[in-house]
């Protein structure tokens, strides 16, 4: 059901849009699985440059992929590059075609766990050091973040800094917080929820997971209004946190900053 409501979401704001600057933009994207260098004057294919902690921001479910892709990681990126200049090595892991593969919501995690994998592979062989990484997901992009995270830290024994899940849908939840195990996976993980009628995520009692309401727009304007909606309110107001460093959570608890990054 939650898919549906994405998909609606998606389908009615994206044309008349009063997001602004918008989290979806006109123009197909075929990636199906690409990490991207978003880093200050890199190319999009650069390794990381060595000592320099890294950011890794993964979007979220695209039911229009032909027509549709995300810029959220770009303004990720811009964010860390206005405050830290080229402190910090910063990354998009871009699967805007396969975020929807199929009706059946399993096969739309299966995919995402193994996306997540891929992910885990293509850091490994960037040179990127999962230690001082910080893996952000968002939605579905929550999946993959936690795929990536156990991948590193169970099957190559490299676990990563932190986790930041932005609002996985409720529905998401078994996957993430049980099957992936996300609590066990970084140093520290977080689950950001936001209430109201278009916030899709909610608390989890989850070991080693830490729990962060976000309090946005609630009205059901949101379902089909990207500026009034909580799912989407979260990731602006956690740009907001990259940007003010006086702000006391968000992306200032981030362990690259804790621990001198």
């Known amino acids: 059901m939650t898919a549906w409501i994405l998909v609606l979401a998606a389908a009615i704001s994206v044309a008349g849009s009063d997001e602004r600057p918008p989290f979806l933009a006109f123009g197909g994207n075929a990636a199906r699985g690409i990490l991207v260098n978003l880093s200050h004057q890199a190319r999009p294919g650069d390794p990381p440059v060595a000592g320099r902690p890294t950011v890794v921001f993964i979007h979220g479910f695209n039911p229009l992929p032909g027509a549709l892709h995300f810029t959220m990681s770009e303004q990720v990126a811009g964010a860390l590059v206005r405050r830290v200049g080229p402190g910090f090595n910063v990354f998009g892991w871009n699967w805007n075609a396969a975020t929807f593969v199929s009706l059946d919501p399993r096969a739309n995690g299966d995919s995402a766990v193994a996306q997540g994998r891929a992910l885990a592979a293509a850091l490994l062989r960037s040179g990127a050091l999962p230690a001082r990484t910080h893996l952000i997901g968002h939605s579905s992009g929550s999946i993959v973040a936690a795929s990536a995270a156990r991948t590193l830290a169970f099957e190559y024994g490299r676990p990563v800094a932190h986790l930041t899940l932005l609002e996985p849908a409720a529905g998401y939840h078994p996957l993430v917080f049980e099957r992936l195990a996300a609590g066990s996976t970084a140093q520290r993980v977080e689950n ?30 949101g379902v089909v209004s990207l500026r009034r909606s909580g799912h989407r309110n979260i990731v602006r107001w956690y740009l907001a946190t990259i940007a003010d460093p006086r702000h006391s959570a968000g992306f200032n608890q981030s362990l690259l900053l804790v621990g001198g990054g």
Do not use: C, Q, T
Not at 193 to 201: E, L, Q, T
Not at 204 to 212: D, F, R, S, T
């Open 192 to 221: 950001y929820w936001s209430p109201g009628a278009s916030g899709y995520g909610r608390e989890v009692a989850a070991p080693g997971v830490v729990n962060i309401r976000v309090d946005g727009p609630r009205s059901y304007l």
